[in-house]
């Protein structure tokens, strides 16, 4: 069975930062079933990214994804307050599957 | 304007079964390629898929937790149902449903807000 391991698990930063975050696969995912979710504290999570690099109705264009195989990254190329929250990477091989997640938070 | 909502029990004694219910509208799950899933998340844990159901009736479980769920739908409704056998205090979680449109292959485009609960005698 899949394992998608998200790093860091906590990424501390400033407003107008660069956010780098990762998710790697423990075998080689379709880039069309990798997407990206936003979770703040008390809502559902949102989609974000999906098919690694395709993002979601009404996603602003500082979020980003990228990758293939078994190393993906989202990237938010500058951070704004309401960006602080959880992110999940989720694969869709013979089922879904999520990461463990990566909190990024206000240095 | 598509909404999802979930609804049921917030408590639950262990042993007993859990019956979810996910009210949608907005869509059809009729449209072909259509699916929904059940997803939870416990208390500040990930979030761990569920069920998945498809606009012809093919139905996904989670291979861990196959045994104890069952996910159906009622098209003229436009709900969901999840039940849970045996539920137990690990099961305390968050219970989400969400919308899974071929369009965004494999990906959960839309959520439920969501429904806490608690599996405590």
């Known amino acids: 069975e899949i394992v998608l391991t998200q790093s860091p698990g906590t990424l501390s930063l400033s407003p107008g930062e660069r956010a780098t975050l990762s998710c790697r696969a423990s075998?080689?995912?379709?880039?069309?079933?990798l997407a990206w979710y936003q979770q703040k504290p008390g809502q559902a999570p949102r989609l974000l990214i999906y098919?690694?690099?395709s993002r979601a109705t009404g996603i602003p264009d500082r979020f980003s994804g990228s990758g293939s195989g078994t190393d993906f990254t989202l990237t938010i190329s500058r951070l704004e307050p309401e960006d602080f929250a959880v992110y999940y990477c989720q694969q869709y091989g013979s089922s879904p599957l999520f990461g463990g997640g990566t909190k990024v938070e206000i240095k | 304007q598509v909404t999802l909502k979930e609804s049921g029990p917030a408590l639950v004694k262990p042993t007993q079964t859990l019956t979810l219910t996910c009210t949608f509208s907005g869509f059809s799950l009729s449209t072909p390629g259509m699916r929904m899933s059940w997803i939870r998340q416990p208390p500040g844990e990930a979030l761990e898929w569920l069920a998945r159901i498809d606009w012809d009736d093919d139905k996904l479980y989670s291979t861990s937790l196959k045994t104890r769920l069952t996910i159906s739908k009622d098209t003229s409704k436009n709900q969901v149902v999840l039940t849970m056998t045996n539920m137990d205090p690990v099961d305390t979680a968050t219970y989400y449903c969400?919308?899974?449109?071929?369009?965004?292959?494999?990906?959960?485009?839309?959520w439920g807000q969501g429904t806490m609960v608690t599996v405590s005698s």
């Open positions: 075998q080689s995912v379709s880039s069309s079933y």
């Open positions: 098919g690694a690099s």
């Open positions: 969400a919308r899974m449109p071929i369009a965004v292959a494999g990906a959960f485009d839309i």
